[in-house]
Nanobody, 121 residues
């Protein structure tokens, strides 16, 4: 069984910063891309940023220059550093990982349970 556990969300004033973490554990042989998505009620989940196993990154236009994704492969952990938060960044943030299952050696993906980020002005 694979788990992705997010942490670091919370209530923050506009202009503030947060650091989200997502730690993967379980029957994982290797992790490929890891990413952060966010969702607000009534809207589809949207990609915020992702990072490949080699460290290449990609960001949604709305967060470029404010969000930084990074990963620690030794810890199977991905981070999302957020600066200059805006009220429109308010959402549940989900971690996603594409990995090879140690049990089956098939590529698959998994989602975390989400962490709430609320930005007030």
């Amino acid at each position: 069984q694979v788990r992705l556990v997010e942490s670091g969300g919370g209530l923050v004033q506009a202009g503030g910063s947060l650091r989200l973490s997502c730690a993967a554990s379980g029957s994982i042989f290797s992790i490929n891309a890891m990413g952060w998505y966010r969702q607000v009620p009534g809207k589809p989940r949207e990609l915020v940023a992702f990072i490949t196993s080699g460290g290449s990154t990609n960001y949604a236009d709305s967060v470029k220059g404010r969000f930084t994704i990074s990963r620690d492969n030794a810890k199977n952990t991905v981070y999302l550093q957020i600066h200059s938060l805006k009220p429109e960044d308010t959402a549940v943030y989900y971690c996603n990982a594409g990995y090879l299952s140690r049990a089956t050696m098939y590529p698959t993906e998994h989602w975390g349970q989400g962490t709430q980020v609320t930005v007030f002005s």
